[in-house]
């Protein structure tokens, strides 16, 4: 009897200790499966939030138009700006949507398309020179078109503008 009066005492506090151990894991394992339904959640909802491929390349295409319109009336401040909105919107496609749909390679594969003809416009740009602006762009067209083409959407095709569709925008600089 002296063994059980000795024996309990020692064995109690490892009993609740096993029995807080335990119930801390199982704590742990329910918070852990809650965080994993969250992150599923919040997965989900930036898959809603995202913007689709047309919707950025529609904005781009509206970038497109005002390059053009800034460079013919030599705004260069205007110009350089819409450049760097066009490669932004390239970068955010390339991030964004790079494995798209039935695209056979990348979109990161296919952005050489584009890189030369920008670097040409932004050197045209900074010499502030708008016969070789002029042709940069009429060679970011062609690149575009080319994009278009490899990525099975050739039925895309982009011109250079031949009216302001934006009345509501000055694209002349202030003297």
């Not at 970068?91 to 050489?112: I, M, N, V, W």
């Amino acid at each position: 009897m002296k063994e059980n009066s000795l024996g309990l005492p020692i064995m109690l506090p490892m009993l609740t200790l096993i029995l807080s151990s335990a119930c801390t894991q199982q704590t742990e394992s329910s918070n852990i499966q809650a965080l994993k339904e969250q992150i599923s959640v919040l997965q989900k909802k930036m898959e809603d939030l995202k913007p689709g491929l047309g919707e950025i390349m529609s904005t781009i295409h509206l970038h497109h138009a005002k390059l053009y319109f800034s460079g013919q009336n030599e705004n260069w401040e205007l110009a350089s700006y819409q450049v760097d909105e066009i490669k932004e919107g390239l970068d955010q496609a390339t991030e964004l949507h790079d494995d798209f749909k039935d695209l056979k390679g990348s979109l990161k594969e296919l952005r050489h398309l584009t890189d030369q003809s920008i670097a040409e416009i932004n050197a045209a740009i900074k010499d502030r020179n708008k016969v070789r602006f002029m042709s940069g762009f009429r060679k970011l067209t062609v690149s575009c078109n080319q994009c278009h083409q490899a990525a099975s959407r050739g039925f895309i095709v982009i011109l250079q503008p031949t009216a302001a569709m934006f009345t509501n925008q000055k694209f002349t600089k202030e003297k």
